[in-house]
């Protein structure tokens, strides 16, 4: 009798499997999330930067989701360096050009629905000049959009 019980119930947890594998994002619209998280934060950063240094998920950005990004300036996070200027204070340089950049990181996507979802990420230019929090992403239509961005740490 308990072969009878335990197979019903396997089968259902079979089923329940199937249906949640069905209902998560594929790695594309991860890819794509993180995209537009990127693109936001380069489109609303204020300050002179000449390339913009990527993270994903601590670690650099591969270049498939650089291509994603083209024509801007953009490198692996291993691109920039933090360099370290008199009394201690740190800025983040290119490691080619030398000049100015800043390194934007994404980091835990965590799925609200299968059209909203929330990252973790931020950015750091210089001792004085960080942030960290949480990027809110919408499917506008086809395609992820920003709605907010709710820093926890800034300086």
Known sequence: MGSFVTLPLLLALN???SEDAQNTPTVDESANVFEA?????IKSWELAANSYCISVERK??????????????VKAASGCRK?????????????KTGKRSVIFDVEALRWITENE??????????SLCMSSGRYHVVR????????????KLQS
């Open 15 to 17: 089923v329940q499997s």
């Open 37 to 41: 998280v990127v693109r936001y934060q």
């Open 60 to 73: 650099d950005a591969a270049p498939d989701f650089l291509r994603r990004l083209t024509p801007l300036a």
């Open 83 to 95: 360099q370290t200027t008199e009394k201690m204070l740190v800025s983040v340089v290119d490691k």
């Open 117 to 126: 979802a929330e990252v973790d990420g931020g950015y750091f230019c210089a």
């Open 140 to 151: 506008d239509g086809t395609r992820w959009r920003v709605t907010r961005y709710d820093a």
